[in-house]
């Protein structure tokens, strides 16, 4: 009996509602039938608004290599322009290229954060869903083990009914 309390109190937190049986075939039955696994990207995306789809593209493209291509080549044509013209916006030190590069650092910074952010919490979602996953295969498979065991044991006891009849001869 303390063995159906525990398993109860499992697939309660496996389930995360009230249960009202007492019967554990009927708790197995309800884990087998209800699924478990959920399709995370799916229901992220699904909640996601406006402002984090566009936070992750931000983050897409500033950690491409294209971005940094990119980048590293207007950063070479911008200083290559403003030594060379006369009459330059920018000239030595550049200071308006480093106001720049300081406006584009404190920006994207927290987008790559904000992005990441959700990215920890979409595998804090996976972790715990295949927790419940293995939770309900480990009970499942608890269930199957029991069943096998008592399958031996009957398939025994009709082995000693067939042998004391004189049906089958014994093996010992």
Same mark, same amino acid.
């Given at each position: 009996?303390?063995?159906? @309390?525990?398993?109860?109190?499992?697939?309660?937190?496996?389930?995360?509602?009230?249960?009202?049986? =007492?019967?554990?075939?009927?708790?197995?039955? $309800? #884990?087998?039938?209800?699924?478990?696994?959920?399709?995370?990207?799916? #229901?992220?995306? %699904?909640?996601?608004? +406006?402002?984090?789809?566009?936070?992750?593209? !931000? *983050?897409? !493209? &500033?950690?491409? /290599? *294209?971005? !940094?291509?990119? +980048?590293?080549? +207007?950063?070479? @044509? /911008?200083?290559?322009?403003?030594?060379?013209?006369?009459?330059? @916006?920018?000239?030595?030190?550049?200071?308006?290229?480093?106001?720049?590069?300081?406006?584009?650092?404190?920006?994207? &910074?927290?987008?790559?954060? $904000?992005?990441?952010?959700? %990215?920890?919490?979409?595998?804090?979602?996976?972790?715990?869903?295949?927790?419940? *996953?293995?939770?309900?295969?480990?009970?499942?498979?608890?269930?199957?083990? =029991?069943? $096998?065991?008592?399958?031996?044991?009957?398939?025994?006891?009709?082995?000693? @009914?067939?042998?004391?009849?004189?049906?089958?001869?014994? =093996?010992?």
């Amino acid at each position: 009996m303390d063995a159906k @309390i525990k398993k109860k109190e499992i697939v309660k937190q496996l389930l995360n509602e009230d249960l009202k049986t =007492d019967d554990e075939n009927e708790l197995i039955e $309800m #884990l087998i039938d209800e699924p478990l696994a959920i399709d995370i990207d799916k #229901l992220e995306d %699904e909640k996601s608004t +406006f402002k984090d789809k566009l936070a992750d593209k !931000i *983050t897409a !493209i &500033a950690g491409s /290599w *294209t971005f !940094i291509i990119i +980048f590293v080549s +207007f950063l070479i @044509i /911008w200083i290559i322009l403003n030594k060379c013209l006369e009459d330059s @916006i920018d000239p030595y030190p550049f200071i308006l290229l480093n106001l720049l590069l300081s406006c584009i650092a404190a920006l994207q &910074a927290p987008i790559i954060m $904000m992005s990441q952010n959700r %990215e920890a919490k979409k595998d804090s979602m996976r972790s715990k869903n295949d927790y419940r *996953t293995d939770l309900k295969s480990e009970l499942i498979l608890e269930v199957l083990h =029991d069943q $096998m065991s008592e399958i031996a044991k009957n398939q025994r006891k009709i082995l000693k @009914i067939l042998e004391d009849n004189g049906m089958i001869k014994s =093996d010992k």
